[in-house]
T-cell receptor
Framework: GAVVSQHPSRVICKSGTSVKIECRSLDFQATTMFWYRQFPKQSLMLMAT?????????EQGVEKDKFLINHASLTLSTLTVTSAHPEDSSFYIC?????????FGSGTRLTVV | KQEVTQIPAALSVPEGENLVLNCSFTDSAIYNLQWFRQDPGKGLTSLLL?????REQTSGRLNASLDKSSGRSTLYIAASQPGDSATYLC???????????FGKGTKLTVNP
């Protein structure tokens, strides 16, 4: 079946630094990937839709300059949290649409100290 | 705009019990409804997908149903086991959009 690999699984960074999260489709090509954010005890909220070879589409209220998305190939999308602050601490997870439904990466727990 | 609601937010049952998790949605122009399992600090594992033309799907001890007219889906778990303890999320796509809209989930605890 379709496998999505996400790295790192956990990262701790200092306030003001940037963090890059990778999402790879291992056995298929993905022209579109989705990035979600999940706060404790909350549901997943779509942040942006990543499109291969073009600009990402951001949901309302998501800062484009803070959450940089690059989808440079059919198997890799990256999310960079720039100038991270403690309020950016959250669980970030990517997803890819497959033939039927969606498959998700294992998520990244970001803690900004 | 699609909205997805899951009730209850938490459920605790003894091992061996059959149980039903509920999911409701506001937009009946649903394309797919998918149930996921999420373990603490982990990603999502897809359990069952129901397409709009289907009424139910089964996998092992799990059965999911879809009633578009009433805006409801249920996930039935038979003979629950402690290993079933997790948060169960339902999510829907609708209106020609690829975007998955999630409910807040039901946290299930199965006690030995």
């Amino acid at each position: 079946g379709a496998v999505v690999s996400q790295h790192p699984s956990r990262v701790i960074c200092k306030s003001g630094t940037s963090v890059k999260i990778e999402c790879r489709s291992l056995d298929f090509q993905a022209t579109t990937m989705f990035w979600y954010r999940q706060f404790p005890k909350q549901s997943l909220m779509l942040m942006a839709t990543s499109n291969e070879g073009s600009k990402a589409t951001y949901e309302q209220g998501v800062e484009k300059d803070k959450f940089l998305i690059n989808h440079a190939s059919l198997t890799l999308s990256t999310l960079t949290v720039t100038s991270a602050h403690p309020e950016d601490s959250s669980f970030y997870i990517c997803s890819v649409r497959v033939l039927y439904g969606y498959t998700f990466g294992s998520g990244t727990r970001l803690t900004v100290v | 705009k699609q909205e997805v609601t899951q009730i209850p937010a938490a459920l605790s049952v003894p091992e061996g019990e059959n149980l039903v998790l509920n999911c409701s949605f506001t937009d009946s122009a649903i394309y797919n409804l998918q149930w996921f399992r999420q373990d603490p600090g982990k990603g999502l594992t897809s359990l069952l997908l129901i397409q709009s033309s289907q009424r139910e799907q089964t996998s092992g001890r799990l059965n999911a149903s879809l009633d578009k007219s009433s805006g409801r889906s249920t996930l039935y778990i038979a003979a629950s086991q402690p290993g079933d303890s997790a948060t169960y999320l339902c999510a829907a796509t609708s209106g020609g959009s690829e975007k998955l809209v999630f409910g807040k989930g039901t946290k299930l605890t199965v006690n030995p």
